[in-house]
Nanobody, 122 residues
Framework: QVQLEESGGGLVQAGGSLRLSCAASGRTFSERAVGWFRQAPGKEREFVATIDWRGGNTNYADTVKGRFTISRDNAKNTVYLQMSSLRPEDTAVYYC???????????????WGQGTQVTVSS
């Protein structure tokens, strides 16, 4: 029903910026909350940010507050994660996921993309 595909990852120096995109297909995408999660080697998948289906409410992990911004353009079926002031500890595979509700627990999400690698060098 919903398919997600992340893009925009890459290698960036500390202090740099990247914008990740999550392109969705499915007629119900605009009615779903979207979350960004990340997973570093040897660690469990970690909450990064969520946005509700209207785009009016956002939530961020403390580790990214003030540096990352989640937004969505329902007309384009796309959710973005603008990442600034990147740090080496931000290095991870970043995933977007869709759910009826904006929650921080990745196990609650219905649909997932395949992830995009973000590597931040010192």
């Amino acid at each position: 029903q919903v398919q997600l595909e992340e893009s925009g990852g890459g290698l960036v120096q500390a202090g740099g910026s990247l914008r990740l995109s999550c392109a969705a297909s499915g007629r119900t995408f605009s009615e779903r909350a979207v979350g960004w999660f990340r997973q570093a080697p040897g660690k469990e998948r970690e909450f990064v940010a969520t946005i509700d289906w209207r785009g009016g409410n956002t939530n961020y992990a403390d580790t990214v507050k003030g540096r990352f911004t989640i937004s969505r353009d329902n007309a384009k079926n796309t959710v973005y994660l603008q990442m600034s002031s990147l740090r080496p500890e931000d290095t991870a595979v970043y995933y977007c996921a869709a759910n009826r509700f904006a929650v921080a627990d990745p196990r609650m999400y219905d649909y997932w993309g395949q992830g995009t690698q973000v590597t931040v060098s010192s």
